[in-house]
């Protein structure tokens, strides 16, 4: 048996989706990858063991949410689907 045998969501897409969000705005990001409404949660995950991922947005502009969904970071993409990772992408941005 596989350590991790969690069920992987469905990729929604290989690549980031640009939306505006707006600062002290709520968003669910879907984590499940089945929403018609994506990156954004239509509740499609219902009866799977995925959630969405609920978050206020900090600021007001366009952020780049994982289309993937196997980011280290969600609801954000960092490359993952294209072989990137955080660790990889070196140095800290001070």
Known sequence: MKPDSRPLPVCAQAGPYAVPV???QRYRWCSCGLSK?????DDAHVGTP???VEFEA???AEFFMC???RSENPPYCFGTCRG?????????RA
């Open 37 to 41: 409404t994506q990156p954004w949660c």
């Open 67 to 69: 289309g993937c969904k």
């Open 22 to 24: 707006v600062e002290g």
């Open 50 to 52: 995925f959630v969405p």
């Open 58 to 60: 900090p600021l007001s």
């Open 84 to 92: 990137h990772s955080r660790s990889s992408q070196g140095g800290s």
